[in-house]
């Protein structure tokens, strides 16, 4: 059974850091590729990032690039979300996923288990 566990979640002001983690366990984690969404309050989850298995591959949404990074530690079964310059749109819960391929994919139906997801709220 393959189970995610986010944490790094809370409140900032504009303009401050937060990392996300989301430490997985029931598989060979480095088999499979592993992203981020988020979904703001009365709106659809989206993608944010994505990592192939081996983390040499990643995707960004365009409204994160050179903002947000995205990376993994296969030897700790974790991957994390760097979120810096962070803005009040932003503001969501944030979920880990893991994908059915080995690739970085974008979408949401590519991901067949997902975890429990970490409030980020951004304050101006």
């Known amino acids: 059974q393959v189970q995610l566990v986010e944490s790094g979640g809370g409140l900032v002001q504009a303009g401050g850091s937060l990392r996300l983690s989301c430490a997985a366990s029931?598989?060979?984690?480095?088999?499979?590729?592993m992203g981020w969404f988020r979904q703001a309050p009365g709106k659809e989850r989206v993608f944010v990032s994505a990592?192939?298995?081996?983390?040499?591959?990643?995707k960004y949404a365009d409204s994160v690039k050179g903002q947000f990074t995205i990376s993994r530690d296969n030897a700790k079964n974790t991957v994390y979300l760097q979120m810096n310059s962070l803005k009040p749109e932003d503001t969501a819960v944030y979920y880990c996923?893991?994908?059915?391929?080995?690739?970085?994919?974008?979408?949401?139906?590519?991901?067949?288990?997902w975890g429990q997801g970490t409030q980020v709220t951004v304050s101006s």
């Open positions: 029931g598989r060979t984690f480095s088999n499979y590729g």
């Open positions: 996923g893991v994908s059915r391929y080995i690739s970085a994919t974008v979408y949401h139906e590519s991901y067949g288990y």
């Open positions: 990592v192939s298995g081996s983390g040499g591959v990643t």
